[in-house]
């Protein structure tokens, strides 16, 4: 029989609930995720004096950033389910965060004597930046792997107190986005500005470093291993609600969806440009919304999601899915409007972010609420939080850098800017009806045409939506 332990216990000797600790994680988890864009933000100006390039830049940040955050939610989530001291596990993450992003930049100057031997020895441009990128990539991969364990190590913890994978990860992940958006515009607009790029690093150290020392707190409030909470009970294993073939089909369209949530990014921010005629912080006020609308789906999922059923959130990540490609196809009349006046730097940056939300937030709102249903589906139980949700993260991951590359310099020199969002949109729309399409049903009900009525419907929407606009409207309205 197990001791009976004193549950944890305030200054003032009150008893230190589970709500409580639960909303400090979430708060707390919010603070991470700006750490995390500020990093991002001025890496990007740090690789760009490197490179010469912006574009090459956010190719190499952007990359090597979603790589390390899939292969260290795969790696901690698998060790998040094992483990019992989550709170004192993600400290020790902050801390690794912390010290690796400080290494960064004496890294990156040790790296660039490599460089001139390298060059000296071969004189060769082409070699020269394949040595560059494998070295950035050596030098960012170990704090953006460690800060792809933190969803799934707090994902668990959360879990394991709600009782509902998809409610835990949704708040979480909204949060954290939420915190991102927050990181992106103040790093944009206001830190970088005033700082410059090693002060904005050094104060996203200090961010990692105070968080770290407030979940060491939480830790021992909580109760730390002597876990007050017992684990919830546990839902029906997900290959015995919707088969193996399911779940493999779920991983093939979290994938697209990836895949095609980026190529809108890379189109939607080149269209964008033209529509704002490329300002220095428009590209901080596209990434914020996005940012803002997958922060905002992700939170309002979590909020919503409850133990099993997934019969239903199975027709619903179908339902989302396909809406996505319906509202990307109406974004593209958005872009044609004349560009809107503005007098001061604060009316543009305010013009800049109602454009931007007029065509990003309703789909990027919806993307962010599949994510946590998409790790509902997949979870077996809240045993398993952390694998599902590091399986889920790098399907996504995966279609995500494929998007990102494949659309900017393959996509859109063969299909345009309106014709990738088209081709983006009819690939989500086919991949949310076919997964209505093989919904699963009651043993009783055999009827396969019945399923099919509705997967017709959205991609006969799709096809008229299409229909509507003409095949070259933005080119004619911006030559």
Not at 174 to 179: F, K
């Amino acid at each position: 029989m197990a001791p009976d332990w004193p549950r944890p216990v305030t200054s003032r000797g009150q008893p230190f609930r589970p709500a409580l600790a639960a909303f400090l994680v979430c708060t707390l988890f919010f603070v991470s995720g700006s750490a995390g864009l500020i990093y991002q933000v001025a890496w990007k100006h740090v690789f760009t004096t490197l490179f010469g390039s912006t574009t090459y830049a956010v190719s190499v940040v952007i990359s090597v950033f979603m790589a390390g955050l899939a292969l260290g939610s795969l790696a901690f989530g698998r060790f998040a389910d094992r483990a019992r001291r989550h709170l004192l596990i993600y400290a020790l993450l902050e801390v690794g965060i912390a010290v690796s992003a400080l290494l960064v930049l004496p890294a990156m100057d040790m790296a660039e004597g490599l460089y001139r031997a390298v060059f000296r020895a071969t004189e060769s441009p082409a070699l020269l930046m394949a040595v560059q990128v494998l070295v950035s990539a050596l030098i960012l991969i170990v704090p953006t792997f460690l800060m792809g364990g933190t969803l799934p190590v707090l994902s668990r913890y959360l879990a394991r107190r709600r009782g509902v994978v998809g409610s835990a990860v949704g708040i979480l992940y909204g949060l954290n986005t939420l915190g991102a958006a927050a990181g992106a515009f103040l790093s944009g607009f206001v830190f970088m500005r005033l700082w410059g790029t090693q002060t904005t690093i050094h104060l996203a150290v200090g961010i990692n470093m105070a968080l770290a020392v407030a979940f060491v707190g939480l830790h021992s409030l909580a109760g730390g291993a002597q876990a007050s909470a017992e684990e919830a009970a546990e839902e029906p294993p997900a290959d015995a609600v919707l088969g193996r073939v399911r779940l493999r089909l779920l991983l093939l369209a979290v994938g697209i969806s990836g895949f095609v949530s980026f190529s809108y990014e890379v189109v939607w921010t080149r269209l964008l440009a033209l529509v704002f005629e490329t300002t220095v912080h428009a590209f901080s006020v596209m990434l914020t919304t996005f940012l803002l609308g997958l922060g905002l789906g992700g939170a309002v999922a979590g909020a919503l999601v409850r133990r099993g059923a997934k019969r239903g959130y199975w027709r619903l990540y179908g339902y989302l899915e396909a809406l996505i490609g319906l509202c990307a196809l109406a974004t593209i009349p958005l872009f044609l409007p004349p560009p809107l006046g503005y007098s001061s730097f604060a009316q543009l940056t305010m013009v800049q972010f109602v454009r931007s939300a007029m065509v990003m937030i309703v789909p990027t709102t919806l993307m962010g609420a599949a994510f946590p249903i998409a790790c509902h589906l997949y979870a077996a139980g809240v045993r398993q939080t952390g694998e599902s949700v590091g399986r889920i993260y790098v399907a996504n991951t995966v279609g995500a850098v494929s998007g990102a590359l494949l659309t900017g310099f393959w996509l859109v020199r063969m299909l345009g800017s309106q014709g990738s969002i088209v081709f983006g949109s009819l690939l989500m729309v086919a991949s949310g009806a076919l997964v209505v399409a093989v919904a699963p049903r009651p043993e009783r009900r055999r009827a396969l045409p019945a399923s099919l009525v509705p997967a017709l419907i959205l991609v006969g929407v799709a096809l008229g939506l299409w229909g509507l606009i003409p095949g070259d409207a933005i080119l004619r309205h911006h030559v």
